[in-house]
């Protein structure tokens, strides 16, 4: 029997099971697969939560620190299926934002230490449309899909064992949980972590835990450009451009909420295109070469659910990261884990509760 399951391997599930078996602790993390692709491979890897002053302090306090989270797990996994320093790009971050909205981008730079200068579109982006807004110089992007194999291949390495099955049924015991697998046959084991996505709703309903989530299908489009030819982030409230190192510039996101659907659709592609095209003319003539959808962990709430079930004893869960999964991922599994091993969290779990939510 293994110390801790962990229900889900997206970038939750992976880096809690990393942060588990850093501690000695003998993990199991079983995962749909294939049948529920996870959404931390979809996602476009920005390192902020998009318009980060937008947000309530539980989520900047989850994020402010990512890109520094990133390069040290980056630092410390290059060369592990293929992972290199360049997959951590970066790039800054340009937000279009104006008028009162500018100097609140300011003031929240300043109270959370982060550097910020208010810039034209045009500073960074050559033949761009002129338009007004901040550029935050150390916000990068990861390569999410890269750091996914990585961190596979890195837990493979420290013994962690990867199921490929879904889990259908939760049965808290005295102490954690028995599982029930889509594909017949139970586990069981002391400390469960359900971290599932936009399916982890699923498992909590039958235990009487109900919040405010939903699916929220994305897409998202992949141009070729010269590398360098978008220097950095462009965010504006219509989409985004994400450049990667090598040149690729990623076009999102489309949001559907209730969609639970995996197939990219005409109507994003054509969305997104057209998107992509206001922002960098040239894109219009630009065929993109990839398009592909993920299903986000939609919450109504502007910061996740982080800590253990209610009424159980040893199960854990983390639901609701929405569109900031990847930037909060380090310090939500950090959280997750201490509290799962009875350490002092270094941030107030009462905010990420799963029991009712603070503000
Ligand atoms: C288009 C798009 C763009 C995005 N861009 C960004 C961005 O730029 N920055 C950012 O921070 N975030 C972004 N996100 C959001 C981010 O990707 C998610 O919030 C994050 O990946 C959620 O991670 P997770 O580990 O909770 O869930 P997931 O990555 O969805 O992983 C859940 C895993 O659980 C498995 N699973 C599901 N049900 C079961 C079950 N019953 N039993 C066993 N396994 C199960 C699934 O197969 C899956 O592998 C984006 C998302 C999308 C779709």
């Not at 253990?308 to 990261?321: E, K, N, Y």
Request: aromatic share 6%; proline share 8%; glycine share 12%.
């Amino acid at each position: 029997m293994a110390d801790v399951l962990v229900v889900g391997g997206g970038i939750v599930g992976l880096l809690s099971a990393l942060n588990l078996s850093d501690r000695g602790l003998s993990v199991t993390v079983i995962d749909a697969g294939g049948q529920r692709p996870p959404a931390s491979w979809a996602g476009g890897g920005i390192l902020s939560p998009l318009f980060a002053w937008r947000y309530p302090d539980p989520m900047n306090r989850l994020t402010h620190d990512a890109t520094a989270r990133y390069r040290a797990l980056v630092d410390r996994l290059r060369g592990k299926a293929g992972l290199r320093a360049s997959d951590l790009h970066d790039s800054g971050l340009w937000a279009a934002v104006d008028g009162d909205e500018r100097r609140q981008a300011l003031s929240w730079a300043s109270a959370w230490g982060v550097s910020c200068q208010e810039a034209p579109l045009s500073r960074h982006l050559s033949a761009a449309p002129e338009r007004e807004g901040v550029w935050f110089a150390e916000i990068g992007n990861l390569r999410n899909p890269r750091l996914l194999k990585a961190l596979r291949a890195t837990l493979v390495g420290q013994g962690v064992t990867f199921v490929n099955a879904a889990v259908d049924v939760v049965r808290p015991g005295a102490r954690g949980a028995e599982l029930t697998l889509s594909r017949g046959g139970t586990v069981s084991a002391p400390r469960v972590l359900l971290c599932a996505g936009a399916w982890t709703s699923a498992l909590l309903a039958p235990l009487g835990v109900r919040l405010p989530l939903f699916p929220a299908k994305g897409e998202m489009l992949l141009y070729r450009l010269p590398p360098g030819r978008v220097p950095t982030i462009v965010l504006t409230d219509e989409g985004y451009l994400i450049p990667r190192a090598d040149g690729a510039v990623l076009a999102g996101s489309t949001l559907n909420p209730g969609d639970a659907t995996t197939h990219p659709t005409v109507t994003g592609r054509w969305a997104l295109q057209a998107m992509a095209a206001s922002l960098l003319p040239e894109l219009a003539s630009v065929t993109p070469s990839h398009h592909w959808a993920g299903v986000r962990p939609g919450s109504d709430r502007d910061w996740p659910y982080l800590g253990p079930v209610p009424g159980t004893s040893g199960v854990f869960a983390a639901a609701g990261l929405h569109r900031n999964g990847l930037v909060a991922a380090p310090a939500s599994a950090e959280l997750l884990v201490r509290l799962m091993c009875g350490e002092t969290p270094s941030l107030d779990p009462a905010d990420y509760s799963l029991s009712g939510a603070p503000s």
